[in-house]
């Protein structure tokens, strides 16, 4: 029986600890007019760490393990947001959600595209 890597551990905790000590809103709360406590820390751009544990691919392995430790590559997010806009987020490629004023956060979309040419 293979074993699965373990990539989450002490070293993890106390940096995650730390992290969410010196930042403790969620990042996307704020965004929207909103202070909620954050109690994850989130990969901004996802390290992939356990698929490149398990390929071998060493390249890959140190690619992942920088993202993974990269602090400037995290962002304090609550439950809720991690466990569900980011993941959407992911998984279509787009940044979902609105600020406070009701504008799209996500640059590229349709809505910011067609305020930009009305304002030529």
Partial sequence: MKREPRVYGSRWDKA????????PLCVMCQQQGR?????????????KLKDA????????????????WDSDNWQSLCKQHHDSTKQRMER??????????????DPNSHWMKTQRSGDK
């Fill in 92 to 105: 279509r490629g787009v940044v979902i959600g609105c600020d406070e004023n009701g504008n799209p956060l």
């Fill in 35 to 47: 202070t909620v406590a954050a109690t994850v820390v989130d990969h901004i751009i996802p390290h």
């Fill in 16 to 23: 995650r600890r730390s992290f969410l000590a010196m930042h």
């Fill in 53 to 68: 544990i398990t390929s071998g691919d060493r390249a890959a392995i140190a690619h992942a393990q920088k993202l993974f």
